[in-house]
């Protein structure tokens, strides 16, 4: 269960309660891992950093650097051993990230694909299958694909297209799933036993009324609505007008 990233602010819940709600949610769902990007910000560093200490899981980014030393951030990749598949997450950020409240004075966002070709050969010695949480773009993925060998999968946001298959650049598999938390994307990959990739394929499930609350996570989002309710409309005031 993983979330590119660019997720944890943004609706008026989750900016009242400073991600809170977000990360709350994504623990009680188990997600494994989470990338970083314009939307984890907005608030500035510190929450972001609080946040990550709450998280269940890991938030990754491999070029994301304090401006004072050039010390990462976040840790750059995670490594999960699942029904004995080693997984990797390597976390990729766009530029986008350092518009947030005093972060282009504090945070600077190196280029990713050098980040990329320096974290990927590491973590592909260690792991099965190597997954990036991308940030950057659509096209931004499949440039790095092809200019970064060693990928696996490439989960993107930020593009927010809703893809009814993956796209393709050597053997890498790129897939985003949509926006605003209507749909869950499910990716299939199948290996042949050289490793080699043989089937590719995604499923875009619509979260539509077939799919009922959670009843915990239904409280959880009632609870912090009832603490951060959404403030009333301004009411618009007509400009004076001076007669002729």
Known sequence: MLDAGSSLL????????????????MNAMGYDAMGVGL???????????????????????????????GALVLEPYAILERDGVRYGFLGLTGPEFTQGPGLAAVVAVGDPTEAAARYVP????????????STLGKGEDNALAAAVPGIDVIVGSKSAYLMQEPDRAGDTVIVQQGY?????????????AEG???????????LTEDYPDDPDLAALVSRYNALHPTPAPVPLTPSPTSEP
């Open 10 to 25: 943004g609706a008026w819940v989750s900016l009242a309660s400073d991600g809170r709600v977000t990360i709350e949610g």
């Open 39 to 69: 939307m984890e910000g907005l608030e500035g560093l510190d929450v972001l950093l609080d946040r990550r200490d709450e998280a269940g899981f890991p938030i990754l980014s491999a070029n994301l650097t304090y401006v004072e030393g």
């Open 122 to 133: 590491e973590l592909r010695a260690r792991v099965d299958v190597l997954i990036v949480l």
């Open 180 to 192: 605003l938390g209507e749909w869950l994307g499910r990716a299939h990959l199948r290996y042949d």
């Open 196 to 206: 080699a990739l043989a089937e590719a394929s995604t499923e875009a499930i619509a």
